[in-house]
């Protein structure tokens, strides 16, 4: 097994990979692997990009979900009092989620949700649509989504139906549509991370390892030093030294050993004059 490290910081830094045989005996490829970080997106822009003109400004119905009473209908308001009301928002891919557990509501009521977005700001309004009450309270499970974000880091928020009482807010960073993507230039292979969201202070160091015609490929923040802020970078990692082979890419957090991607790419030959 070949492993080599590469360090990168703010520029560009050139790893040249240790020459050495295979288990054959032959002469293993020289790979040249060099990294580039981008200046920080500034979080004013990037909320911009992220969330911009072609999210709807007006308040518009969102896929709604309640669940059945979980007391099956309680008379005592100080026995209802007692469950445990928490407000959650959980981001998956382009999309965000609200959960509204154990929510104190009349016997009858019918929960729907709006959903309002400025900018990066996304409002949950929950707004009942019951016109008969009932003599009784209940606790529901209610939840809600609102898909086709783009990647940024948005300020989620619950509503009350008129807006006069906040039930839950919180920072979320949704991942949005994979930006990992791959380039090959004759004997050379680019990888982009564009939009990684890391601390405004973070400075990443990219490693690689050859296992035949598998080149697992590592990020990871060596920055010591955390500052109260964050950006988007985009990152690359420039392999050059390849031979016209088909390659199965894995590209890992160096952090953790999670595989961010994987991806089959092909290079060619180096077209000559």
């Not at 609200?98 to 409002?123: G, M, Q, R, T």
Request: some cysteine; proline content about 4%.
């Amino acid at each position: 097994m070949k492993r080599y490290t590469c360090l990168m910081g703010a520029g560009a830094i050139l790893f040249l990979m240790g020459l050495g045989c295979n288990e054959s005996g032959t002469q293993p490829e020289t790979l040249h692997l060099t990294s580039y970080q981008s200046p920080c997106h500034s979080e004013s822009a990037m909320r911009t990009a992220m969330a911009g003109d072609s999210l709807p400004a007006r308040r518009v119905p969102s896929p709604s979900f309640q669940g059945p009473c979980l007391e099956n209908g309680v008379h005592n308001e100080t026995t209802a009092a007692s469950w445990l009301e928490t407000v959650r928002f959980v981001a998956g891919h382009d999309t965000l989620y609200v959960h509204h557990d154990s929510a104190w509501y009349n016997c009858c009521s019918k929960i729907k949700f709006d959903v309002e977005i400025l900018d990066s700001v996304i409002d949950f309004v929950e707004v009942d649509t019951s016109t008969t009450p009932c003599l009784c309270v209940c606790h529901f499970d209610l939840e809600s989504y609102f898909p086709g974000l783009a990647r940024g880091i948005y300020t989620a928020r619950l509503w009350m139906q008129n807006r006069d009482s906040l039930l839950g807010e919180a920072e979320v960073f949704v991942p949005g549509a994979s930006s990992i993507w791959y380039e090959s230039r004759c004997d050379t292979l680019l990888i982009h991370d564009d939009g990684k969201v890391a601390n405004c202070c973070s400075r990443y160091v990219f490693g690689i390892e050859q296992l035949g015609d598998l080149l697992v490929v590592s990020e990871a923040d060596t920055s010591s030093m955390l500052c109260d802020c964050f950006c988007l970078f985009d990152l690359t990692a420039r392999i050059s030294g390849l031979t016209e082979d088909r390659y199965t890419v894995h590209l890992r957090d160096g952090a953790t050993g999670g595989l961010l991607d994987t991806a089959v790419v092909q290079i060619a030959p180096c077209k000559r004059e």
